[in-house]
């Protein structure tokens, strides 16, 4: 009658180990979404960084910093790179000349160049690149156009946001164990 009772605590044991093992799918939805917590409070860290290195950043660049989840294994990543959906805006710059006043640019648009000033947040990612790498100096056929000193903030704020992202993952998985252990 002993064994019986020691056989039945050790397959419950069991039980509640396999059920805390990342092959139960309930346990691997659990982490990932503390995968996506983490990386979501990572990605607003960085957004923020990228809002104070702007002067001026009318079509709201800083929402380009994307985070993912991956579904395959367990992991994530947040970057500069462009988002598969773009966003477009009906944005238009200031006009500083008063009607009739001569000056300004009076060659017409391209259609390239309108539609990069119709982008908006999500999809300004490029803008967020060129300010974090820089760029060489630029010309025209018309001139000099200047260039882009890198500013290298996204290296040093993801390396530091996503180290505390770490950490609090393992805090939150330890939690989530001591949950399911109860």
Not at 40 to 58: E, F, H, Q, W, Y
Request: hydrophobic share 35%; glycine share 8%.
């Amino acid at each position: 009658m002993a064994e019986n009772i020691e056989v039945d605590g050790f397959v419950k044991q069991r039980q509640e180990l396999e059920s805390l093992l990342m092959s139960n799918p309930q346990m691997e939805k659990k982490v990932q979404g503390l995968i996506r917590k983490v990386l979501l409070a990572a990605r607003r860290t960085i957004a923020n960084d990228a809002k104070g290195v702007m002067k001026s950043d009318p079509r709201k660049a800083y929402k380009a910093v994307k985070s993912a989840v991956y579904r395959q294994i367990l992991g994530g990543s947040v970057s500069i790179l462009n988002k598969r959906r773009g966003k477009f805006d009906s944005y238009e710059p200031p006009r500083t000349l008063q009607p009739g006043q001569r000056g300004g640019n009076r060659r017409p648009r391209s259609q390239r160049t309108d539609d990069l000033m119709h982008y908006a947040g999500e999809s300004r990612a490029f803008v967020l690149r060129f300010l974090n790498q820089g760029t060489t100096e630029r010309t025209t056929r018309f001139g000099a156009r200047g260039r882009i000193a890198p500013r290298n903030f996204f290296g040093t704020s993801s390396h530091t946001a996503m180290q505390k992202a770490a950490s609090e993952l393992t805090k939150l998985i330890d939690d989530l164990i001591k949950q399911e252990m109860k």
